[in-house]
């Protein structure tokens, strides 16, 4: 028996088939537009590249830097 999916407020499933529908059908140019756009985008946050092994040690930080 699968269990019932469990999504964040304010989401439903309805609002996740949505937003795959816009994804899916985003041609690769735009893909891109959006991404680079996010990007510049910021509002304080930074994106970057670590190695696999250290996302425990950072998922804590963000844990205890949000509940600060």
């Known amino acids: ?32 537009a959006e991404d680079e756009a996010a990007l510049e985008d910021r509002d304080g946050q930074t994106v970057i590249t670590v190695p696999d092994e250290l996302l425990p040690a950072i998922r804590q930080l963000i844990a205890r830097h949000k509940t600060a």
Request: glycine content about 4%; proline content about 6%.
């Open 1 to 32: 028996m699968m269990n019932e999916p469990k999504f964040p407020e304010g989401w439903d499933a309805e609002r996740v088939e949505r937003l795959i529908d816009h994804y899916e059908s985003l041609s690769e140019e735009e893909m891109v």
